[in-house]
T-cell receptor
Framework: AQKVTQAQTEISVVEKEDVTLDCVYE???????LFWYKQPPSGELVFLIR??????QNEISGRYSWNFQKSTSSFNFTITASQVVDSAVYFC???????????FGAGTILRVKS | DSGVTQTPKHLITATGQRVTLRCSPR?????VYWYQQSLDQGLQFLIH???????AKGNILERFSAQQFPDLHSELNLSSLELGDSALYFC?????????????FGDGTRLSIL
């Protein structure tokens, strides 16, 4: 069965600090896809990134970076030099190759204080 | 703006009633997904439609039903509403429903049962 665990319920940082959000997943499939979504206070879900199970290259997009490690079944998300606008709930999600659904973690609330 | 449109944004009704939530997918997307976000259950997959046909079911109650119409918009019908059905209901769409395609979410319909 698929499972996504985001152990950090809530993180508070001061602006300009770096912060890493952890995500650990479980799946029996060898082909699967991992996603991160952001839910700002306004409530919508915003797609951030997708990673394939066969591509372990890390990815950087501006202040965002993602570290995928199959050996530890982790897909962590780092925000560098955090800003108040980064305050949101961040969800990690998993989709198996022959499934049609996203399985979400419980989410991590990130609060960035000025 | 994800391109996915959900109406209404808010819905307040009473126990025992029936409501219909509407979703228009992004232009060109054939797949529509419904998710429920509640405080106790988190984000849960309900159902997936592809080009008018049901493709997968998740934790969807028998009191809930959905359909996708020829113009690809979808409706989620919730009947015999209970207090526990209060939640944020999201619709998402993707081009073809293949697992590696990101799902893009609408802003959600917030359902409150009084």
């Amino acid at each position: 069965a698929q499972k996504v665990t985001q152990a950090q319920t809530e993180i508070s940082v001061v602006e300009k600090e770096d912060v890493t959000l952890d995500c650990v997943y479980e799946t029996r499939d060898t082909t699967y896809y991992l996603f991160w979504y952001k839910q700002p206070p306004s409530g919508e879900l915003v797609f951030l990134i997708r990673r394939n199970s066969f591509d372990e290259q890390n990815e950087i997009s501006g202040r965002y970076s993602w570290n995928f490690q199959k050996s530890t079944s982790s897909f962590n998300f780092t925000i560098t030099a955090s800003q108040v606008v980064d305050s949101a709930v961040y969800f990690c999600a998993l989709s198996e190759a022959y499934g049609n659904k996203l399985v979400f973690g419980a989410g991590t609330i990130l609060r960035v204080k000025s | 703006d994800s391109g996915v449109t959900q109406t209404p944004k808010h819905l307040i009704t009473a126990t025992g009633q029936r409501v219909t939530l509407r979703c228009s997918p992004r232009s060109g997307d054939l797949s529509v997904y419904w998710y429920q976000q509640s405080l106790d259950q988190g984000l849960q997959f309900l159902i997936h439609y592809y080009n008018g046909e049901e493709r997968a079911k998740g934790n969807i109650l028998e009191r809930f039903s959905a359909q996708q119409f020829p113009d690809l918009h979808s409706e989620l019908n919730l009947s015999s509403l209970e207090l526990g059905d209060s939640a944020l209901y999201f619709c998402a769409s993707s081009p073809s429903g293949i697992s590696n395609q990101p799902q893009h979410f609408g802003d959600g319909t917030r359902l409150s049962i009084l």
